[in-house]
Antibody, heavy 124, light 108 residues
């Protein structure tokens, strides 16, 4: 059974870069879209972007200028970098697996499974 | 505001049927997916491709689609179904992933 686990600093200072890793175990990283999703405290879910196992990416237009998602298939890991963070970026960050088929860049079925989530607080 | 519109809250008594709707312009062309999220936990996929149920999800969860609306139906609601539910699909241009604002299901 595939499992995902986020890791990275829980505190980031304003204007710095948020960096998180997601380790994938129990299954192949090939043929799937690997996704980052975040949830500010008490609020809803926001899709950040995804990386295909080949390295191609797609990002939320509202975050595109600050986001980089990359993958290291040899280590079964993918990562998130978010530049120039502000307090509005404080959130629980989830990694998840998306299906290998998209329509116009949108996965045709849901994200499953998810990691447990990693709280990142932007705090000076 | 989200491009997928959900009611903020739905309340139902145990054993009754709960229906949660999600409306969006891209839904006639893109599938809708549903997630259940309990406090302090990661979301869990409960319905994908409008009406398909992942293995391990109880049969009381079902989905349907009509035009610009997808609906999550929970028949015979149990106390353990109390949670936030999110729909997910494409934005109005059909080129980006979006989530609905979420619906809090309260079991009275």
């Amino acid at each position: 059974q595939v499992q995902l686990q986020e890791s990275g600093p829980g505190l980031v200072k304003p204007s710095e870069t948020l960096s998180l890793n997601c380790s994938v175990s129990g299954g192949s990283i090939s043929n799937y879209y690997w996704t980052w999703i975040r949830q500010p405290p008490g609020k809803g879910l926001e899709w950040i972007g995804y990386v295909f196992y080949t390295g191609s990416t797609k990002y939320n237009p509202s975050l595109k200028s600050r986001v980089t998602i990359s993958i290291d298939a040899s280590k079964s890991q993918f990562s998130l970098k978010l530049d120039s963070v502000t307090t509005a970026d404080t959130a629980v960050y989830f990694c998840a697996r998306g299906p290998g088929i998209t329509m116009f860049g949108v996965p045709i079925s849901g994200f499953d499974p998810w990691g447990h989530g990693s709280l990142v607080t932007v705090f000076s | 505001s989200s491009e997928l519109t959900q009611p903020p809250s739905v309340s139902v008594s145990p054993g009754q049927t709960a229906e949660i709707t999600c409306s969006g312009d891209a839904l006639p062309k893109h599938y809708g997916n549903w997630y259940q999220q309990k406090p302090g936990q990661a979301p869990v996929l409960v319905i994908y491709k409008d009406k398909e149920r992942p293995s391990g999800i109880p049969e009381r969860f079902s989905g349907s689609s009509s035009g610009t609306t997808v609906t999550l139906t929970i028949r015979g609601v149990q106390a353990e179904d109390e949670a936030d539910y999110y729909c997910q699909s494409a934005d109005s241009r059909g080129t980006s992933v979006v989530f609905g604002g979420g619906t809090k299901l309260t079991v009275l």
